[in-house]
């Protein structure tokens, strides 16, 4: 009993100190608003940042769950919560921060009696920030007992322009039903299902079965918990573009305004795909030339899952590998062991293997693979491009990848020309910018299209797109980009070589079949009877093409943004070009 009793004091005292320094904390407002980075893979850019919030560095309530707690238990939460948010709204203004910013708010102290509506709009208008730049983000580790007030609630922060996102989907109090009941714009995805996705297919099953609810509902779905590049990977190829974890930057005061690690994309730099085999390069661990054989059977036979030993020379360089079901029947026979045990591993090692070199895009290693005499069942030897070993790429490892990128591709593509549509052009765009090298962009559009959509109809309008989107694949060839930004709009990513010579060969190829498309009378005439885009009966000229051009040199630190707003408006300038017209930026 006295144990008991010294305890209960003990733990009274806690309380009590505890609460003194919240009191401590509040009064003097001593919270310290930290950010994470909320990364957008589409765009290798920043979406937003979450706002954490910390107690002093030398106190007992530091950390935010003591803090919290410590809140809840003296009746104080509201007050705290508010000031959490203040001191990150100031803090976010006062830094300058580009993007959204994600407010922490615990849907309890909505709930309380104390609590005071509008004060989160008043702080944003007194440093001067918009509430649609702002998301309401729902932490909850308690239950939700009246989704009917919280539904008021979620809507009078939506009527002033908030946005509201939904914390740790799959972790706490049935925070499935938090989904439904209260739809957000965001749902983050609960960091236990992100951890090791790229290795547990029933985690991806999971979250891809979440990433088609969200579409349905339209719902961004955003993946905490990334600390690896191959669970990085594994989202991107599942289409979940919004990303927050580690593997970026962890919270800070003064928090990135650029990525230190950007998400590794397909780039597409000469196809859909464009990812490299370095992406897919697993860093096994070789044995060296002239190891006995006994150590080799040992270290299959210490880890089942070992597939494949590349053996290598004294200059790191493969000379062979040994497999494993080859190499174990070998040992069947009980007068094997003392046949090899003196032997090095060179003598039963095989000298044909698949190398690739690191670089290698994912298109290419897959022809190799399955232009082999092996029939595509060995993995590849990487290596660097001194030749010396990097890894292995297991051959389920890059079906896996390749199946994944044209699924995404074709899911990202025009639904009428096929072409790659805007995220994989923004894609596209960012991994050039990346490379440092430099090339051109340019964009085409067709002049009085919809005149002649109008008077022709959408059907025979779709052909021209069609016919047009296959002309600029036909003239940049493989190593141009073709991506199609909707309706007549598309655009090219070149090589700056001969750019400037494929975009004139697009206006000279466009004058000989676009007549083609026109009645005999309208193809003689040179013009017909149409509307204009005010609704205007007017003679409307025969389709015209305008193409803006734009050198994109290296080491500009520009961003995907960037080029498009330049081609916006190079574009305005080709357009007030009659006929068929190619502007170029001649500004350095």
Known sequence: MRDAATANNV?????????????????????????????????????GYEALSRGPSDSVLYS?????????????LVELDLLCRRVAIEAFARLELPGRLFLNVMPTSLLEDDFREGLTRAYLDEVGLSPERVVIELTEHLPIHDYAVMRQAVDHYRRMGFQVALDDLGAGYSSLRHWAELRPDFVKIDRYFVEDIDCDSGKSQFLSSLLEVSRSLGCRVIAEGIET???????????????QGYYFARPAREPLRCLEQPPATPHAASGSLGSNAAMLCRPLPPVAQGTPVPEVVALFRKDPSLRCLVVLDSSQRPVGVVRQLEFLSEFTNPFSHSLYARRPIDTLMDRRMLIAEESMPLETLSRQITGSSQGGQDDLVIVDPQGRYRGLVLIIDLLREITSLQMRCARQANPLTGLPGNEVINETLTARLASGEPFAAAYVDLDNFKAYNDVYG??????????????????CGEQGFVGHVGGDDFMLILKPEGALACCEAILERFARFIPDFYTTQHRQAGRFLGRDRHGRDRVMPLMSLS??????????????LDIASVLAELKAQAKRQAGNSLFVDRRQ
């Not at 935010?64 to 104080?76: M, S």
């Not at 959408?458 to 069609?466: E, R, S």
């Open 458 to 475: 959408y059907a025979c309008g779709d052909q021209v797109i069609l016919a047009l989107g296959r002309m600029l694949q036909d003239v």
């Open 11 to 47: 733990a009274d005292a806690m309380i009590d100190h505890e609460a003194q320094a919240l009191d401590h904390i509040l009064k003097e407002g001593l919270i310290t608003p930290l950010f994470q980075p909320i990364v957008d893979a589409s765009c290798q850019g920043i979406f």
């Open 547 to 560: 193409i803006a051009y734009h050198a994109v040199s290296c080491g500009l630190g520009k961003t995907a």
């Open 229 to 243: 590049a191959g669970e990085q990977r594994c989202l991107w190829g599942m289409n979940c573009t919004l990303m």
């Open 64 to 76: 935010p769950l003591t803090l919290f707690e410590t809140a809840r238990l003296t009746g104080r």
